[in-house]
């Protein structure tokens, strides 16, 4: 036969007791959520780009015209193990809000059980004993103060973030792939300037030869233009090892094994350099996924600090049993019926100051996520404004290495004429040349420049905001 525990019933004095210790334990459980103080500015410090550039909206590395890109941002959707990681946290924190519910429901619990047993002693005849017994439990705490539902607030919450942290894993993804396709195409840029500086060097090498065999230049000069030549190879050798890393890198992001990988071609100099408008300040909070997650965070926060104020007042619990039994294996004809109705109310009286030293520790654990959320915003602030700054003066400083470029040229151009016509000397080609290839060389870098500024804005804007976050299956 099962057994059903009689409901605990409190003495007299105990009620008044939990009363008194309910009305001051109750006060510690409305203290009202505070959030950071951020004093968010009017308007961007530098000068923005124009009122009619467009907003960012999904699919923001669509605006550099490169399909190879997209194609990458496509591979790298699909591959990358940091957004499978990401994905899993997702699904984890959804479980954990799955069990915060299910604690809303009541419980019920089911046995079924026979036995069979036999007794001999000396001198006695020997007995028998035969059961069998059957019975259903069902038990539910009831909500009172509320404590079951903030449990499940801060999983809903938690899971928000999880959500959040997911778009801000794919934001740090994309742009890093967008960055490492820039910087190989980059070298490859830098590659084919090198060795068209490398070509110029041959020319003017047999140049000079053809005229110390006609008793013009001296052998100083040819030695002077060889050493140039060999330096110009040698300056190919660094590039070329940077490309190969930056292929490795991609490969890794790609979720591709990095040995032999080699990334799909493009023209540098087609790349588009997008304007875009940043809007408001206040906006930025509605658009970064990293401070959606830290509010999502903090609201959590809220919630837990109240789960612990909440466990502090007394808990009430139904409960509800039945039973069926006899005396007969593996058989419940003509049973004994019981069944059992119980309400119990569980207060702890001492526990040595776990609960109390519990909601000190959760208030501290919302400090702290207080002022990482303001920090994050103020982080957010600086990174759009250098974003912003950034932007216009690489702008500026490609257009001035453009003039610097042109003028380099055309110095080349005049000593290499000059020298051909004999009124000229090699020193003045030799130094025309080097300023024109570090005049190239420069200009891709900053046309990189003004790529990575334009990333780096649009990742401190928060990147594709308005995309929704994965199905979980």
């Known amino acids: 036969m099962s057994t059903v525990m009689k409901p605990f019933a409190f003495p007299l004095a105990k009620p008044l007791v939990l009363a008194v210790a309910l009305a001051l334990q109750a006060c510690a459980s409305t203290e009202p959520a505070r959030g950071p103080v951020v004093e968010m500015p009017a308007a961007w410090s530098p000068t923005t780009p124009a009122a009619e550039?467009?907003?960012?909206?999904?699919?923001?590395?669509?605006?550099?015209?490169?399909?190879?890109?997209?194609?990458?941002?496509?591979?790298?959707?699909?591959?990358?193990?940091?957004?499978?990681?990401?994905?899993?946290?997702?699904?984890?924190?959804?479980?954990?809000?799955?069990?915060?519910?299910?604690?809303?429901?009541?419980?019920?619990?089911?046995?079924?059980?026979?036995?069979?047993?036999?007794?001999?002693?000396?001198?006695?005849?020997?007995?028998?004993?035969?059961s069998s017994s059957a019975g259903l439990s069902v038990s539910y705490e009831v909500d009172l103060w509320g404590r079951i539902a903030a449990g499940v607030r801060a999983g809903e919450a938690s899971f928000q973030a999880s959500q959040y942290d997911w778009k801000t894993a794919r934001l740090s993804l994309l742009t890093a792939v967008a960055n490492n396709y820039f910087l190989w195409l980059n070298t490859a840029e830098r590659l084919r300037i090198a060795?068209?500086?490398?070509?110029?060097?041959?020319?003017?090498?047999?140049?000079?030869?053809?005229?110390?065999?006609?008793?013009?230049?001296?052998?100083?000069?040819?030695?002077?233009?060889?050493?140039?030549?060999?330096?110009?190879?040698?300056?190919?050798?660094?590039?070329?090892?940077?490309?190969?890393?930056?292929a490795t890198a991609l490969a890794l992001l790609l979720g591709r094994v990095p040995q032999g990988y080699q990334p799909e071609a493009g023209e540098f100099t087609q790349l588009r350099v997008p304007a875009l408008s940043p809007g408001l300040p206040s906006s930025l909070l509605t658009r970064r996924p990293d401070l959606a997650s830290a509010e999502a965070q903090l609201a959590a926060s809220d919630a837990n600090v109240e789960v612990a104020r909440k466990?502090?007042?007394?808990?009430?619990?139904?409960?509800?049993?039945?039973?069926?039994?006899?005396?007969?294996?593996?058989?419940?004809?003509d049973p004994t019926r019981s069944v059992s109705l119980g309400l119990s109310l569980a207060q702890s009286i001492f526990d040595g100051g776990r609960q109390r030293l519990q909601i000190r520790s959760t208030e501290s654990q919302r400090v702290v996520l207080i002022e990482n959320y303001g920090k994050a915003i103020r982080t957010a602030l600086k990174e759009v404004d250098d974003g912003l700054g950034n932007v216009a003066r690489s702008e500026r400083q490609e257009a001035l290495q453009r003039e610097v470029v042109a003028q380099a040229r055309r110095s080349l151009q005049l000593a290499e004429l000059r020298y051909r016509e004999g009124s000229g000397d090699l020193l003045s080609v030799l130094d025309a040349q080097r300023t024109l290839f570090a005049a190239l060389d420069a200009l891709a870098t900053q046309g990189l420049s003004r790529l990575t500024a334009a990333l780096d804005l649009y990742k401190a804007l928060g990147g594709d905001w308005a995309g929704p976050p994965p199905p979980l299956s």
Do not use: C, H, K, Y
């Open 53 to 130: 550039a467009p907003q960012l909206t999904t699919a923001w590395w669509e605006s550099f015209g490169s399909q190879p890109l997209e194609r990458l941002i496509e591979e790298a959707q699909a591959g990358s193990p940091d957004l499978r990681i990401a994905i899993e946290r997702m699904r984890q924190a959804d479980i954990a809000l799955q069990q915060a519910g299910i604690s809303r429901l009541p419980s019920v619990n089911g046995s079924l059980g026979t036995s069979a047993g036999r007794t001999d002693a000396p001198g006695t005849s020997s007995t028998s004993r035969e």
């Open 195 to 246: 060795r068209e500086n490398l070509a110029i060097a041959e020319r003017v090498l047999g140049i000079v030869e053809a005229r110390q065999r006609n008793g013009v230049a001296t052998a100083l000069e040819v030695s002077q233009q060889r050493t140039t030549v060999l330096s110009q190879r040698t300056a190919l050798l660094p590039i070329e090892l940077q490309q190969r890393q930056t």
């Open 311 to 333: 466990a502090l007042l007394p808990s009430l619990s139904l409960s509800a049993s039945g039973s069926l039994g006899t005396s007969a294996l593996i058989s419940l004809a």
